[in-house]
């Protein structure tokens, strides 16, 4: 995700793709992914490890509409970092309709 719109606080590197928590607390992200192929699957990885209650899979809809929309409620710590990145490990790029977003929730 390349194309940044709001990052206040600057926790989000559009070089890395990374998420740094600031400080301590509950996180939510929120990240749909449009794709090219009949399955996709995406991952949340928190520090470089991928999160297995974060492996969201779609399959396709119509022969233009293949999406991957997900949600993710984590506890972080100030300077752990959140990633998302598709089936081979890479991270994903942006694109008018993939987006990315998190917030402290408490």
Excluded: M, W
Excluded at 63 to 71: E, G, I, L
């Amino acid at each position: 995700f390349t194309s940044v719109s709001l990052n206040k606080g600057n926790c989000y590197s559009s070089s890395t793709g990374k998420f740094t928590a600031p400080v301590d607390g509950v996180y939510v992200f929120n990240f749909q992914v449009f794709h090219g192929v009949s399955v996709q699957y995406a991952v949340a990885y928190k520090n470089g490890t991928g999160l297995p209650q974060s492996n969201y899979s779609s399959y396709e809809n119509t022969a233009d509409d293949r999406s991957t929309p997900a949600n993710l409620i984590i506890e972080l710590v100030a300077g752990d970092e959140i990633t998302i990145r598709n089936v081979t490990g890479s991270n994903l790029g942006s694109g008018p309709r993939n987006t990315f977003n998190g917030y402290l929730l408490f």
